[in-house]
């Protein structure tokens, strides 16, 4: 049973476009949903994280937008850059650990 | 100063042996884990152990098992290694959330 589905599983989008990536979980007792970014040859690294009491947070570029009734997640990337291109992992954090989703390979064309 | 480093990065080895993969981390964090990511680039938790206690994800197979020799430590020990183990393990570490994850380790087994 897969407790984080993400979508989509792979994304084009042009220079100084938007990127979004979407996530859903179904254990209402994950109380943290971290993103991470992961390139070629390394270990996926925390990008942006959220808490379940905040609908929305932005770090530069980052935002992950949380709707907590619907039980989705969501991370935007405003004027995407070619250095974004890498693969993204959503996570939900319970009492067992980190649950990934199974990633999205984003490619951001010059 | 690497935060948590694993060794080796790359590892070949015949079916049916036994081999070993290392894990330090200078966070001075508490829980410590393995992770499994398959060809399909999903992650996997295998193992969180905490100095006192040890949660095995119950998919993996025994052979697998993990030694933590001080609270900085967590090795990953395989035995009777399997084509199907093959995929790059993690080692990560958290202080409670956040996770921060080693570079990898890529296991071929030929």
């Known amino acids: 049973q897969q407790q984080v589905k993400q979508s989509p599983q792979s994304l084009i989008v042009q220079k100084g476009g938007i990127s979004i990536i979407n996530c859903a979980y179904e254990?209402?007792?994950?109380?943290?949903f971290p993103w991470y970014q992961q390139f070629p040859g390394k270990g996926p690294a925390l990008l942006i994280a959220?808490?379940?009491?905040?609908s929305e947070k932005k770090e530069g570029r980052f935002t992950i937008s949380f709707n907590k009734s619907a039980k989705q997640f969501s991370l935007h990337i405003m004027d995407s850059q070619p250095g974004d291109s890498a693969t993204y992992f959503c996570?939900?954090?319970?009492?067992?650990?980190?649950?990934f989703g199974k990633g999205t390979h984003l490619i951001i064309q010059p | 100063d690497t935060a948590v480093s694993q060794t080796p990065k790359y590892l070949v080895t015949q079916m049916g042996n036994d081999k070993s993969i290392k894990c330090e981390q200078n966070?001075?964090?508490?829980?410590m884990y393995w992770y499994k990511q398959d060809s399909k680039k999903f992650l996997k938790i295998m193992f969180s152990?905490?100095?006192?206690?040890?949660?095995i994800n119950e998919t993996v197979p025994n052979r697998f098992s993990p030694k933590s020799p001080d609270k900085a430590h967590l090795n990953l020990h395989i035995n009777s290694l399997e084509l199907g183990d093959s995929a790059v393990y993690f080692c990560?570490?958290?202080?409670?959330?956040?996770?921060?994850f080693g570079s990898g380790t890529r296991l071929t087994v030929v």
């Open positions: 990560a570490s958290s202080p409670g959330t956040g996770y921060t």
């Open positions: 254990n209402t007792a994950f109380d943290y």
């Open positions: 959220i808490r379940p009491d905040v």
């Open positions: 996570a939900a954090e319970g009492a067992d650990g980190l649950t």
């Open positions: 966070l001075g964090h508490d829980t």
């Open positions: 152990y905490n100095n006192k206690e040890l949660i």
